[in-house]
């Protein structure tokens, strides 16, 4: 185990929590967190909202559950090897998709849109507004009043407009600052993540070819090197050995290249890698390159695929229409999203809709959508 870094948060040094709170007995207060997130009802939901496709289209897919774990495993690595508080990490990756709206990234565009006029939707604000307001299980405070570090690395961006509502965690965004290394790492390892498996998810679904995919100099690469060494491997293990060593490779390179620059910049505590100048965690510029070029694929030849849109056209016109009606009419909400819609102003209605549109799996979405045309 490598020592732990100087720079690394601190439960000692932690900027607290929103509501004080006497220490648990037998826990620290980034496993306080991950436990806290676990448990929430927010958490649960995700093992039915997609990651790329829809949850009923298949029962080997990722979804946002699944997908929240391997980033943390990914994650809890790095900070391993790098000596860096496991525990914070992995409350981040864990918490990080907690605000996504079913559907994927077709739902959270769909969801910004209908908010427009409203202060708009984007699904990292709502991860935080999950952990600070909606989730409702303790009676001294809303929300799961997580410590400050977890609630920075769950902000991964926000414009300053945002900023400005958010208090000490939008703070970063106006001064031009850094997250500390935990947060750096858990935005690197969610990537790492999907990256890597939906092109596992994209082959299985036959949307992706071995062809295509050997276009990419990170799967060309590992693909020479399996079929040398196992020419009669079936595609199924064929597909799984190269993506394992793809992950392998980038890990590899993102640990030592954050070594490399964080013993270069020398900080000595998380204040001074939040002044830094520059994120410390990263790779390569050669594995940065190759690994952004992967993504730019999936962008183009499966998030884009004809199939794939067909299906995004069918769940937009559903969360449009499921927007339109609790507008029109927010007692068809349950009562207490009902009660809190109709106690503001067209804004915070509309808000509240969001929340719990935001709040539905894909399966309970589709529900409803069915019972309201009904």
Not at 46 to 65: A, I, W
Not at 113 to 131: A, K
Not at 208 to 230: N, P
Not at 241 to 247: L, P
Request: proline fraction near 2%; charge should be negative; charged fraction near 30%.
């Amino acid at each position: 185990m490598r020592e732990r870094l100087a720079a690394a948060a601190s439960e000692a040094t932690s900027r607290g929590r929103r509501y004080a709170e006497p220490p648990a007995e037998y826990r620290g207060e980034y496993q306080r967190d991950r436990d806290r997130i676990v448990h929430s009802t927010a958490f649960r939901r995700l093992v039915y909202k997609t990651q790329v496709f829809v949850n009923h289209e298949g029962d080997l897919y990722r979804t946002r559950l699944t997908h929240s774990l391997e980033v943390a495993q990914i994650a809890r690595t790095v900070a391993l090897a790098l000596g860096l508080a496991e525990d914070l990490t992995e409350a981040i990756c864990l918490a990080h998709d907690l605000g996504h709206t079913p559907f994927g990234h077709a739902g959270q565009d769909t969801l910004n849109e209908c908010m427009r006029d409203y202060g708009g939707f984007e699904h990292n604000l709502q991860s935080l507004r999950v952990v600070d307001k909606l989730e409702a299980k303790y009676a001294d405070f809303p929300g799961l009043n997580l410590t400050f570090e977890t609630r920075e690395g769950i902000l991964k961006h926000c414009s300053k407009n945002n900023a400005r509502k958010l208090g000490d965690v939008g703070k970063r965004f106006l001064e031009r600052t850094q997250p500390g290394l935990e947060a750096q790492l858990a935005d690197l390892a969610d990537s790492i993540a999907y990256n890597n498996h939906d092109v596992d998810d994209g082959f299985r679904a036959g949307l992706l070819s071995l062809e295509q995919l050997c276009s990419q100099s990170l799967f060309e690469h590992e693909h020479r090197i399996v079929t040398e060494r196992y020419p009669k491997l079936e595609d199924r293990r064929l597909i799984y050995e190269i993506i394992r060593r793809m992950i392998n490779r980038v890990v590899t390179d993102l640990i030592e290249t954050s070594r490399a620059r964080i013993e270069e910049a020398g900080p000595e505590s998380i204040e001074e890698v939040r002044s830094a100048g520059r994120r410390l965690v990263g790779f390569s510029p050669e594995v940065e390159a190759r690994h952004l070029s992967l993504k730019r694929f999936l962008n183009e030849h499966l998030y884009s695929h004809e199939k794939k849109l067909a299906m995004t056209e069918k769940v937009q016109e559903v969360l449009r229409e499921l927007f339109t009606t609790y507008m029109a009419d927010v007692t068809r909400m349950p009562d207490e999203f009902a009660t809190a819609a109709a106690a503001g102003d067209e804004s915070r209605r509309a808000r509240v809709v969001a929340d719990y549109i935001a709040g539905m799996t894909d399966r309970y979405a589709l529900k409803e959508h069915e019972r309201l045309q009904a």
